[in-house]
């Protein structure tokens, strides 16, 4: 794909290296190199979810946590970068206090809290992500 002359990589793939360009050169010389990959499938993603909805549905949302750790633990065992794969090592105790607190704070704000909760979430299991 180029726009105006100007080589621009598929998506999910490695740029190529040229004049101007910040990448080293050669670095992206193999045909349609893969920076990440996904391997997961329906059964197991299936299995996963019933498994995190029972988890928050019999706990009233308390155990949310665990839930989280269960699907995020699926995702990193099945996603590959540069042909490693990625490792969850984030645990629901670890992050089961924060949440009693923002579940406190989203009933005492009436739900306006949760536009924070979201975020934080999403750091927590970025920075839990690591590879394997």
């Given at each position: 794909?180029?726009?105006?002359?100007?080589?621009?990589?598929?998506?999910?793939?490695?740029?190529?290296?040229?004049?101007?360009?910040?990448?080293?050169?050669?670095?992206?010389?193999?045909?349609?190199?893969?920076?990440?990959?996904?391997?997961?499938?329906?059964?197991?993603?299936?299995?996963?979810?019933?498994?995190?909805?029972?988890?928050?549905?019999?706990?009233?949302?308390?155990?949310?946590?665990?839930?989280v750790v269960l699907v995020e633990r699926w995702r990193a065992k099945n996603t590959y970068l540069h042909g490693r794969q990625l490792l969850f090592v984030g645990t629901g105790w670890g992050i089961f206090g924060l949440w009693l607190k923002w579940l406190l704070l989203c009933i005492i704000t009436l739900g306006i809290y949760t536009f924070w909760v979201y975020p934080r979430l999403m750091q927590w299991r970025v920075e839990k992500t690591v590879y394997a």
């Open positions: 794909m180029s726009f105006n002359k100007e080589h621009v990589p598929v998506y999910g793939q490695m740029p190529a290296g040229g004049p101007g360009s910040m990448v080293a050169s050669g670095a992206g010389d193999a045909t349609a190199m893969q920076i990440y990959s996904f391997r997961g499938g329906a059964a197991s993603w299936f299995g996963t979810q019933i498994l995190g909805v029972l988890i928050t549905v019999c706990t009233l949302g308390i155990c949310y946590p665990f839930a």
